[in-house]
């Protein structure tokens, strides 16, 4: 009897080993307990990471000196010039952001001597040979295609068709309420989804509209209006709850709109007893094990300030015009400058528009200057709207004649996983 428990805790051993063992899926390659796959096809920056994200991936980063060296040698001659997932606001590391959300390059970075330098561009590319190789300059994010390398992080193994970081992810065939879902989920070991990143949720809208999905079933909870958790005991760490959603409901589902609100990624409150596809989660390679439910968070409301003619402005946040809900005054020039990290696109999302028609005027322009493609001119009485940009920043401008004022507007602006093609 002792020797056939010893067998069955060697085969369980060994199994459980092997489902723990890091591995990469869609034909990246482990390097460093990260997943990599280098693309040789020349793209300019933003081209670049709409093909990453067809995998739910980012441009590769490096946070240490192992992991710079790494790309190197992963590299090695395929490419002499790489993109990386870094974007610099100006010509400063700390100002330097990683698109996976994880922060500034002010703990480490590898610029060349000199660098980064914004006044020849705000993307940044890695040198694999010569002299640099190692090293990281900068690069206009439009003119200069390259070869990237695309990034995910490691997972375990599994036959699930939609493996990430450790996870497998389901999307139901047919709809169900809150309950049933829940239930559905279980009986195939895990749970209606949590989310508890950017970089999952930018995943898991890929997928979703690659599907061709509509609204999608999560796994979250909101029984009050600041009060939120996980079906599957996450803590809730993460939030993109739609600005602009009011809670009436005790369910949560992820729109995947292209256009229109709620945006595609964002949540909304529904029924619990209405029914919707739905999308499981469980354990990559282990079974799943009971939930326990977290204690709830609260998130705080945040401020409105005008912004008019401030320094450069990271999303999430809000522009109005100056005095707003007040009526503006005349000869008014407000500039705004809006930015992201580089993954991402703009959805600048205007709530009230009310300006004297066809004399005082909001203009947004894609991209960092006034000198970028127009997307749009707005003056009057408008219902609210959105504007879309195609890269990582958008200027908006808000000008007034001598006479005449009225209230003005107010928009807020967010991080957009804007591959809408994905």
């Known amino acids: 009897m002792k020797q056939l428990q010893i067998i069955f805790f060697s085969a ?9 063992t890091p591995t990469c899926t869609n034909g990246f390659t482990l390097v460093n307990n990260k997943c990599l796959k280098l693309f040789t096809d020349v793209s300019t920056y933003r081209a670049a990471e709409n093909t990453c994200m067809v995998y739910g991936a980012t441009l590769v980063t490096a946070k240490n000196s192992i992991d710079n060296r790494a790309i190197t040698t992963f590299v090695s001659s395929a490419a002499s010039l790489i993109w990386i997932g870094l974007y610099c606001l100006d010509s400063s590391p700390s100002r330097c952001l990683w698109d996976d959300s994880t922060g500034a390059a002010d703990t480490y970075n590898s610029f060349s001597s000199g660098f980064p330098l914004v006044d020849i561009g705000k993307c940044v590319y890695y040198s694999t040979q010569g002299a640099l190789a190692g090293k990281w300059l900068s690069g206009d994010c439009d003119k200069e295609p390259r070869a990237y390398v695309c990034e995910l992080p490691s997972t375990h193994a599994d036959d699930c068709p939609y493996n990430y970081n450790g996870y497998c992810y389901t999307f139901s065939q047919s709809s169900s309420a809150f309950a049933g879902a829940q239930t559905q989920c279980e009986l195939n070991c895990g749970n209606l989804a949590s989310i508890t990143s950017a970089n999952e949720n930018r995943y898991i809208t890929t997928v979703s509209r690659r599907l061709g999905r509509g609204s999608v079933l999560i796994g979250g909870m909101w029984p009050s209006t600041n009060v939120f958790s996980w079906v599957d005991g996450s803590v809730w760490s993460y939030n993109n709850i739609d600005p602009f959603t009011n809670h009436t ?19 909304t409150s529904v029924s619990c007893s209405s029914a ?21 968070t609260v998130t705080p409301v945040p401020s409105n300030p005008s912004n008019c003619n401030s320094s450069l402005l990271l999303a999430p946040g809000i522009i109005t015009s100056p005095n707003y809900p007040n009526n503006y005054d005349n000869n008014v020039l407000c500039s705004y400058h809006l930015a992201t990290l580089g993954s991402y696109n703009i959805l600048l999302k ?30 009057g009485l408008l219902v609210p709207f959105n504007v879309v940009s195609t890269g990582n920043t958008a200027t908006v401008t808000f000008s007034t004649d001598r006479s005449n004022v009225y209230p003005g507007f107010s928009a807020r602006f967010t991080s957009f996983a804007g591959c809408i093609a994905c």
């Open 12 to 20: 369980f051993l060994v199994s459980w080993i092997a489902a723990s």
């Open 249 to 267: 409901d005790n369910c949560m589902v992820m729109s995947n709109a292209v256009t229109g609100t709620p945006s595609a990624g964002s949540w």
């Open 276 to 296: 919707f596809s739905y999308l499981c989660k469980r354990p990559a390679g282990l079974k799943c094990t009971n939930p326990t439910y977290p204690s709830v």
């Open 350 to 379: 205007f709530t009230y528009f009310s300006t004297e028609h066809t004399f005082d005027w909001v203009a947004v322009n894609d991209g960092d200057t006034t000198a970028n493609t127009l997307l749009g001119n707005f003056s």
